[in-house]
């Protein structure tokens, strides 16, 4: 599977954005997706994640009510709705597809990637 990841950009805080991940290759129905991000000198860390049938998703404690994860695999796309942006969020926004499930990055085989995002305070 190949991913690609867009929609970043710069933002004010309270703003929104809408990530989208387009897969091609593998049928990505078939393949959970999470999105993790990362700012330099930390760890990747989980943001959401979706089943392959979209009837699951998780998302992690500091993203609740302002993120949603969605799919349509009719397109081969994740997106990544961003509401009430803060000033951390700021961060490399990946996108990643796998068999497994799970808030690990090693659950995901495969990473688009990545697109900036940046708050602005």
């Known amino acids: 599977v190949q991913l690609q990841a867009s929609g970043g950009g710069l933002v004010q805080a309270g703003g929104s954005l809408r990530l989208s991940c387009a897969a091609s290759g593998r049928t990505f129905s078939n393949y959970n997706v999470g999105w993790f991000r990362q700012t330099l000198g930390k760890e990747r860390e989980f943001v959401a994640a979706?089943?392959?049938?979209?009837?699951?998703?998780s998302n992690a404690d500091s993203v609740k009510g302002r993120f949603t994860i969605s799919r349509d695999n009719a397109k081969n796309t994740v997106y990544l709705q961003m509401n009430s942006l803060k000033p951390e969020d700021t961060a490399v926004y990946y996108c990643?597809?796998?068999?497994?499930?799970?808030?690990?990055?090693?659950?995901?085989?495969?990473w688009g990637q990545g697109t900036q995002v940046t708050v602005s305070s």
């Open positions: 979706i089943y392959s049938s979209g009837g699951t998703t």
């Open positions: 990643a597809a796998g068999r497994r499930y799970g808030y690990s990055w090693t659950n995901f085989d495969y």
